[in-house]
């Protein structure tokens, strides 16, 4: 029994590579898009919670007369 597999030719084997190539920049463009939606999202809820805090801290302030 011949348990080898053939050979692809050396065009379908460029063609694979280029296609491979294109898809590795793609997933690396949608990791670096997702990354920066992070940091936006980090960034707003820092934002949130210092506006929380800060309220607080105004609530428990006296006032002066």
């Known amino acids: 029994m ?3 597999y053939p050979i692809p030719e050396p065009v379908k084997v ?3 590579v280029d296609q491979l190539r294109h898809t590795r920049l793609e997933m ?3 990791g670096l898009e ?3 939606i992070n940091a936006q999202l980090e960034a707003h809820i820092r ?4 506006k929380r805090s800060r309220h ?3 609530r428990l302030t006296p ?3």
């Open 63 to 65: 006032k002066s007369k």
């Open 2 to 4: 011949n348990n080898q």
């Open 56 to 58: 607080s801290l105004e």
């Open 47 to 50: 934002q949130q919670r210092l």
């Open 14 to 16: 460029k063609q694979t």
């Open 34 to 36: 997702l990354e920066e």
């Open 28 to 30: 690396e463009e949608f």
